[in-house]
């Protein structure tokens, strides 16, 4: 149980282009979605946190214009980076939690892979 | 502010046990998973401790002392498959999970 699916797995493209990430979970509802970013041997970046039907909530540093997050339902999140430039680049990573309690673990996805040329 | 301490790396030896600990300080505490994070791939949730003590799953065990802001886990019986980055996140008063770069565990045969 617990499933998360993530996808594209990777994506490559030019600058410029925007690029629509999908997470849904499969076996559960989520009631509040997580967006990460990670690097290279760094830990994981929480971006934003996005509850059902609400707008999400974004940690400072993070631009709001330029990583759109909507969660239209209880089981997929999209989160679309506008106009990509190269370092936007890195491994994008989202998870679901479920409608149990806060203390439910977080289920990831496997990943987003963006290189943007 | 909020802090995780975990060593960078740790080098085991197939079948054998290792402990990987974890401190940490975190405005308010709800408890503490344990993740496991392949090379180039996302985290897997292992296990979740809010009381003190051990709780044991398998051939993993995570241990719990929220007086001392401690974690560890277990590993046993060590598989090459468990070559991995283990990350420890406590949970805040926000119930938001705080990460660090996680502790990289290579497995020798």
């Known amino acids: 149980g617990a499933v998360v699916s993530q996808h594209p797995s990777r994506v490559i493209c030019k600058s410029g282009t925007s690029v629509k990430i999908e997470c849904r979970s499969l076996?559960?509802?989520?009631?509040?979605m997580f967006w990460y970013r990670q690097f290279p041997k760094k830990s994981l970046m929480l971006m934003a946190t996005?509850?059902?039907?609400?707008?999400?909530?974004?940690e400072q540093g993070v631009e709001k214009d330029k990583f759109l997050i909507n969660h239209a339902s209880l089981t997929l999140s999209t989160l679309t980076v506008t106009s990509a430039h190269p370092e936007d680049s890195s491994f994008y990573i989202c998870?679901?939690?479920?409608?149990?309690?806060?203390?439910?673990?977080?289920?990831f996805g496997d990943g987003t892979r963006l290189s943007i040329l | 502010g909020q802090n995780i301490d975990q060593p960078t790396e740790m080098t085991a030896t197939e079948g054998a046990i290792v402990q990987i600990n974890c401190t940490y300080q975190?405005?308010?505490?709800?408890?503490l998973f344990w993740y496991q994070q392949h090379a180039g791939e996302a985290p897997t949730f292992l296990s979740y401790?809010?009381l003190d003590g051990l709780e044991e799953k398998g051939r993993f065990s995570s241990f719990l002392s929220r007086s001392k802001g401690y974690s560890y886990l277990l590993l046993k019986e060590l598989q090459m498959k468990d070559s991995a980055s283990y990350l420890c996140?406590?949970?805040?008063?926000?119930?938001?999970?705080?990460w660090g770069a996680g502790t990289k565990l290579i497995i020798k045969p």
């Open positions: 998870s679901a939690r479920g409608g149990q309690g806060d203390h439910q673990p977080q289920h």
């Open positions: 076996d559960f509802q989520a009631t509040t």
């Open positions: 996005s509850n059902e039907g609400s707008k999400a909530t974004y």
């Open positions: 975190t405005s308010g505490f709800n408890g």
């Open positions: 401790n809010v």
């Open positions: 996140a406590p949970m805040d008063s926000n119930y938001q999970l705080i």
